[in-house]
């Protein structure tokens, strides 16, 4: 599986991005997906997460109200709707795919990571 993510760039506060995450080598409806962000400086954070089949989602505190994730799995896609931005949502985005898959006896947990897309906010 490779993830590939789109979409980042600059706006002004208070605009709007959607943020894309495209996978290819493997079907994307066997992961869960989440978005990371990593400010200058700081560490890396969850944004927000949803499951393979796109029933559950979840969101930082930081983002609720102001982002949406939504994936459409036919076309290997999982999308971050974020509006209301500020200065403080600047951060390189990453996107994560996670699955545990049963192998013979045992478990085995398979995990990627996309190269992160920029956002920048500011006027």
């Known amino acids: 599986l490779q993830l590939v993510e789109s979409g980042g760039g600059l706006v002004q506060p208070g605009g709007s991005l959607r943020l894309s995450c495209v996978s290819s080598?493997?079907?994307?409806?066997?992961?869960?997906i989440g978005w990371f962000r990593q400010a200058p400086g700081k560490e890396r954070e969850a944004v927000s997460c949803?499951?393979?089949?796109?029933?559950?989602?979840n969101y930082a505190d930081s983002v609720k109200g102001r982002f949406t994730i939504s994936r459409d799995n036919a076309k290997s896609t999982v999308n971050l709707q974020m509006n209301s931005l500020t200065p403080e949502d600047t951060a390189v985005y990453y996107c994560?795919?996670?699955?545990?898959?049963?192998?013979?006896?045992?478990?085995?947990?398979?995990?990627?990571w996309g190269q992160g897309t920029l956002v920048t906010v500011s006027s």
């Open positions: 994560n795919a996670v699955a545990v898959i049963m192998v013979a006896l045992t478990f085995r947990r398979l995990e990627v």
């Open positions: 080598g493997s079907t994307l409806g066997d992961y869960g």
């Open positions: 949803i499951s393979s089949s796109g029933g559950s989602t």
